[in-house]
């Protein structure tokens, strides 16, 4: 079974700190993602990489960057959190082939206060 | 750019009983992916159901079928003999037919499943 492993389950962090969520696949997937997910609006992809070193912009990306140095792993940074960044959190992976569905983690619940 | 549309933010069904959710995509490629989750209280999102564009014969997993009528742009998702596992909530979601599988989600429709 794939396994997504995001590092921490709730976070609570104060405004204007950096905040890191660590996301690890064990199945050599090619593909990774983060999204954000808010009653009402479903999930919205911040950003992808489908390579080592390599991202992409999703939907949302202003106020969130990325990292991936390693191909199993996959973080998000919140470079200095703000509130309206109080959501859920769900990192992907999937492989580098058309079609290949998506496998979540559980989620990491963050709130900025 | 593509969406996609759950229209029901929820919905109730009894035990044992059929229900359907609905979903409607907007796209203008020919080559894509259709995809059903269920993301239950412990937050994990799990595949239902996927469903390739290209063919047109209806996906099944067990109890679980989808209804895809791609000239309607319509998606929508059949659980057959209902159980209370089956309360969640569900995404549909539409893929391109590229290799990053980023895929667009629906808002969810939340399922009840009354005893």
């Known amino acids: 079974d794939v396994k997504v492993t995001q590092s921490s389950r709730y976070l609570v962090k104060r405004t204007g700190e950096k905040v890191f969520l660590e996301c690890v696949q064990d199945m050599d997937h090619e593909n990774m993602f983060w999204y954000r997910q808010d009653p009402g609006l479903g999930l919205r992809l911040i950003y992808f990489?489908?390579?080592?070193?390599?991202?992409e912009k999703g939907d949302i990306p202003e106020g969130y960057s990325v990292s991936r140095e390693k191909k199993e792993r996959f973080s998000l940074i919140l470079e200095s959190a703000s509130t309206n960044q109080t959501s859920m959190y769900l990192c992907a992976s999937s492989f580098g082939i058309s079609g290949s569905p998506l496998h979540f983690g559980n989620g990491t619940r963050l709130t900025v206060t | 750019a593509q969406t996609v549309t759950q229209s029901q933010p929820e919905m109730s069904v009894q035990e044992a009983e059929t229900v359907t959710l609905s979903c409607t995509y907007d796209t203008s490629e020919s080559d894509y992916y259709l995809f059903w989750y269920k993301q239950p209280p412990s937050r994990q999102m799990i595949l239902v159901i996927r469903?390739?564009?290209?063919?047109?014969q209806n996906a099944t997993e067990n109890r679980f079928s989808v209804n895809f009528q791609k000239a309607a742009k319509s998606f929508s998702l059949k659980i057959s003999d209902s159980q209370l596992g089956d309360a969640a909530m569900y995404f549909c979601?539409?893929?391109?037919?590229?290799?990053?599988?980023?895929?667009?989600f629906g808002t969810g429709t939340l399922l009840a499943v009354q005893p």
């Open positions: 979601a539409w893929g391109g037919g590229g290799a990053t599988n980023k895929l667009i």
């Open positions: 990489s489908y390579d080592v070193k390599m991202k």
């Open positions: 469903q390739e564009a290209y063919k047109q």
